[in-house]
C-alpha cells in the first residue's frame, strides 16, 4: 500500500486541500458574506479601518486622534500598524466587514501552508502532510479564536518559523535564514505578544540544549555555525522589526498594560481540565462558560478524530527520543494551559521571566495542538502500523468510550432537545437552551457515525488500493472538520448581520478626516448604539468621530489618572480644542474630591497657574478657526482678547510639538492628561503635531531592506526552479 500520491498531482492536490477547501468551510464568511463578530467586530476591524484610511492618504498611522483622548495606535501590538499583511490590504483595499472576512480566510490558508511545509520538511508523506495541514487549519483554536485575531496571525506563522528555523540548522542557507528571521518579523508585528514569550523560551531551550551537545562532544564546526546563522537570523530580524520595537518600547512605561499582571488577572481565561472533552466532542462548551470555569473561546482543542485516533497510535508505537520529548513538552505545554487547576502555571507566574505578562493561559493549547499534530504524523506514516490492527483496535476503543459517555449522558438529559433549524441566530438560540448533557448526545450521534466509517475503512484497506483508500480515508477527515467548523461557526465566529448591509453604511461615512467644528461639542463615546452590530465598540472610527473613550487593551497611564478623578466628565465636557483662562491647581491625588470653581476651569501645575490672575472674572472674549486636521495634526488660528489656555483633548505622548507662530515648543500637561499651549492675547496661529522624527527614516529603511529580502528570496527561488526543470529534463 503506497502512502504517497504521484509528485506530478501534489501542487494541484495541496492547492485544493489547502486554499480552495478553507473557502469552502468558512464559505458564509464571502458567499453572503456574514459579519464575523466579538472582538472581531468590536476592536480589530475598527482600529485597521483607520490604519486603511490612514495609508489610502498617503500617512502612517502613528497616532490615532478618534479613540480615548488620542491613542499612540504604533504602540499598540496589537494593532497590526506595523504588519505588513495590514499595509497591503489597508491600501488597496481599505478594511471593511468583508475584507476583515478575507484576511481572517487569508491567514487560515496561510496557516495550512505551513504546517504542510513543516511535514514535508521532516519528509513524512503528502497525503499525511495534506490531512494534517487540514486538520490545523480547522482546529479549535483557529476556530475558537476567531474572534482574537492576533491569536491566528501568531498560529498562522508559527509553523513557517519552525520549519525554517529547523532548515537554517540543518543545512546553513542564507535564504533559509532570511525566511526565519520574516517568519518571526510577522509574528511580532502582526500576532498577540504572549506567543512571542512562548517562542523566545522554545527557542532558548533548543540553543541551550545545541550547544550543551556540541560541546560535550567537541564539534566546533557545529557551534561556529550555529553561532554564525543565529548571529545572520537575529541581524535581519532586529533590522526589520526595530520600528515596531522602538514605538513599542517607548510605550511600555507609558501605558498600563506595560507593567506584570496580578496573578487573579490571569486566572479567569485558562483552558480548564473540563474543556478537554473538545478533543473528542468539540461544541459541548457552547452556551456555558460558567461551567466550564472559562470563556467559550478558549475551550476548544479538537482536531479531528483521525488525528486523534493516529497521535494515540503514534504514542503506543513510537519509541525514538525524539518523539518522548515532543510528548513531554506537548504534555507540559497542556498542564501550562490548564492555569490554576495545576501549579505549574503558579511556579512559571512567579518565578519564571515574563510569564507574569501573560495574561491567558489557554494561548499554550496551541502549541498543544502543534505536538500532537507531529506526533499523529509519526503515527500516520508508518506503514507497519497502517497495516496492523491497531488504528482499528484504537478507533474501536474510542468509540466504545464514545457511547458510554453518550449513554450517561442521555440517562441524565432523560430527553434530547434538537435545534429548530441551521441558522446562525437558531443554533446560538438553541446552544443558549441546551444543557451540556444533551450538546454530548447530540455530538456523540454524529462523531459515531464518523468513527463508525473510520472503523469500516480501516477493515477494508487490505481489499482496496492504496490510493482510493487514502482519498476516502482523507474525504472522511475532512468531512469530520467540516462538520465540527460549522457547528461552532454559528456561535463563536459568525453573526445574523450581513456584510454587505454594513459596509454600505461605511461607504456613507465621509472618506478620509474630514474637517469638523472645533467650537462643537461632541457628545461621542465609543459604545455604540447597534448601527454597525455585530460592532458594538469603537464605531466612532467609521464615523470620524472623537471619542472620549475606547474599547481597546492599550490605555495609557496618564489617561487613568484622569479616570480616577471625580472630575472627569466635567473636564472632559468642551470640545475637541478649546480656549480658556479659568485654570485651578491639581488635587494633591488624582482620586480626592475636587470641587471645579467653573465649567470652564482646567486644572493645571503651579507653574502655569503662576501666569494667569485666578481671582479675575472678566470673561473671555474667544475664536477659534480649525484650518488644518489630520490623524496627527490640529492646525487653528485663535483669537482671544486675554492671555489664555488652549487645551487640545488629546493625550500627551512623547513626539507632540506645538507651533504657535511659527516658534515650535513642547506642550504641557493639564487636565491629567490633555496638551495645552499658554497664548497671549491677539491672533495666533497653533499647529499641534506629532512628529515621529528619526522613527520615521528608521521606519522608511526597515521596509526598503524588507523588501530587498523579499526581490532576494524570489530571485533565489526562480534560479532553484530552473534548476529543477534542467535536472528534470536531462533525466
Known amino acids: ?274 474543556s478537554a472533552i473538545t478533543f473528542l466532542l468539540p461544541a459541548v462548551p457552547l452556551g456555558h462558560p460558567v461551567d466550564f470555569g472559562t470563556d467559550t473561546s478558549m475551550t476548544n482543542v479538537y482536531i479531528g478524530l483521525l488525528t486523534l485516533i493516529f497521535f494515540i497510535t503514534g504514542i503506543i508505537t513510537s519509541k525514538t527520543s525524539a518523539t518522548r520529548i515532543l510528548l513531554g513538552l506537548t504534555l507540559l505545554f497542556l498542564l501550562i494551559a490548564f492555569g490554576d487547576a495545576f501549579p505549574l502555571w503558579s511556579l512559571l507566574f512567579d518565578y519564571a521571566p515574563l510569564f507574569d505578562h501573560i495574561r491567558f493561559p489557554s494561548g499554550f493549547r496551541l502549541f498543544v495542538i502543534i505536538g500532537v499534530i507531529l506526533i499523529t504524523a509519526q503515527g500516520m506514516s508508518h506503514e507497519k502500523v497502517l497495516k496492523s490492527n491497531l488504528p482499528f483496535i484504537v478507533s474501536a476503543a474510542v468509540l466504545l468510550l464514545l457511547i458510554a459517555i453518550s449513554i450517561v449522558s442521555f440517562s441524565l438529559q432523560k430527553k434530547v432537545m434538537l435545534p429548530n433549524a441551521f441558522s446562525t441566530e437558531a443554533m446560538k438560540h438553541f446552544f443558549g437552551e441546551s444543557s451540556i448533557a444533551n450538546n454530548i448526545v447530540l455530538q456523540s450521534v454524529i462523531q459515531a457515525v464518523l468513527l463508525m466509517g473510520m472503523l469500516l475503512l480501516l477493515f477494508s484497506k487490505q481489499r482496496w488500493q492504496g490510493r482510493y483508500w487514502y482519498f476516502f480515508l482523507v474525504a472522511l477527515g475532512i468531512a469530520d472538520l467540516f462538520i465540527a467548523s460549522r457547528i461552532n461557526f454559528p456561535v463563536i465566529m459568525g453573526s445574523n448581520f450581513s456584510a454587505t448591509e454594513l459596509n454600505q453604511k461605511i461607504s456613507v461615512a465621509a472618506d478620509g478626516f474630514p474637517m469638523w467644528d472645533a467650537a462643537t461639542e461632541l457628545e461621542v463615546t465609543s459604545i455604540g448604539h447597534g448601527d454597525f452590530a455585530p460592532s458594538y465598540f469603537n464605531n466612532n472610527l467609521f464615523t470620524k468621530q472623537f471619542s472620549r473613550d475606547s474599547y481597546s487593551p492599550f490605555f495609557l497611564k496618564l489617561r487613568s489618572e484622569l479616570e480616577r478623578s471625580p472630575e472627569k466628565f466635567a473636564l472632559m465636557d468642551h470640545p475637541v480644542i478649546y480656549l480658556t483662562n479659568k485654570v485651578q491647581a491639581y488635587p494633591a491625588k488624582p482620586a480626592d474630591d475636587t470641587q471645579l470653581r467653573t465649567h470652564h476651569t482646567v486644572l493645571v501645575h503651579d507653574s502655569v497657574l503662576a501666569n494667569f490672575n485666578v481671582a479675575a472674572t472678566d470673561s473671555l472674549k474667544e475664536k477659534i478657526q480649525l484650518n488644518v486636521f489630520g490623524p496627527a495634526q490640529f492646525d487653528v488660528t485663535t483669537f482671544t482678547d486675554q492671555k489664555a489656555l488652549l487645551v487640545l483633548q488629546q493625550t500627551y505622548y512623547p513626539g507632540w510639538k506645538v507651533k504657535v507662530d511659527g516658534k515650535i515648543t513642547n506642550p504641557f500637561i493639564t487636565n491629567f492628561c490633555m496638551m495645552s499651549v499658554v497664548l497671549n492675547e491677539g491672533k495666533h496661529q497653533v499647529i499641534f503635531y506629532y512628529h515621529a522624527g528619526l522613527r520615521q527614516w528608521i521606519l522608511i529603511a526597515s521596509t526598503c531592506l524588507l523588501l530587498l529580502f523579499i526581490v532576494f528570496l524570489f530571485f533565489s527561488q526562480m534560479r532553484i526552479n530552473r534548476g529543477n526543470d534542467l535536472n528534470s529534463r536531462r533525466e
Open 1 to 274: 500500500m503506497q502512502l504517497k500520491l504521484p509528485e506530478r498531482t501534489t501542487p494541484y492536490i495541496a492547492a485544493v486541500f489547502l486554499f480552495i477547501i478553507p473557502f469552502l468551510v468558512y464559505w458564509p464568511l464571502w458567499l453572503h458574506p456574514q459579519a464575523m463578530a466579538y472582538d472581531m467586530a468590536d476592536y480589530f476591524l475598527p482600529f485597521r479601518h483607520f490604519i486603511g484610511e490612514c495609508l489610502q492618504h498617503y500617512q502612517f498611522p502613528w497616532w490615532n486622534p478618534y479613540s480615548g483622548l488620542g491613542i499612540p495606535i504604533g504602540a499598540d501590538p496589537q494593532s497590526g500598524a506595523f504588519y505588513p499583511i495590514t499595509w497591503i490590504i489597508g491600501y488597496l483595499f481599505g478594511y471593511d466587514f468583508f475584507t476583515i472576512n478575507l484576511d481572517y480566510l487569508l491567514h487560515i490558508v496561510i496557516a495550512g501552508w505551513g504546517m504542510y511545509a513543516l511535514l514535508r520538511g521532516l519528509r513524512y508523506p503528502v497525503i499525511v502532510c495534506l490531512l494534517l495541514a487540514s486538520s490545523y487549519q480547522y482546529c479549535g483554536f483557529f476556530v475558537n479564536n476567531a474572534q482574537h485575531f492576533s491569536w491566528i496571525i501568531s498560529a498562522a506563522w508559527i509553523p513557517f518559523f519552525f520549519h525554517y528555523y529547523r532548515l537554517t540548522f540543518l543545512k546553513g542557507n542564507f535564504s533559509f535564514a532570511i525566511k526565519t528571521a520574516l517568519s518571526l518579523f510577522m509574528i511580532t508585528t502582526g500576532g498577540y505578544p504572549a506567543f512571542l514569550i512562548i517562542l523566545l523560551y522554545l527557542i532558548g531551550g533548543h540553543y541551550i540544549f545545541f550547544l550543551t551537545r556540541n560541546s560535550i562532544q567537541k564539534n566546533k564546526t557545529a557551534l561556529v555555525q550555529s553561532l554564525k546563522w543565529t548571529a545572520v537570523m537575529l541581524f535581519i530580524y532586529l533590522v526589520v522589526t526595530t520600528p515596531y520595537f522602538i514605538s513599542f518600547l517607548e510605550g511600555i512605561p507609558l501605558m498600563t498594560r506595560g507593567e506584570a499582571l496580578m496573578k487573579d488577572q490571569t486566572s479567569f481565561r485558562p483552558f480548564t481540565p473540563q
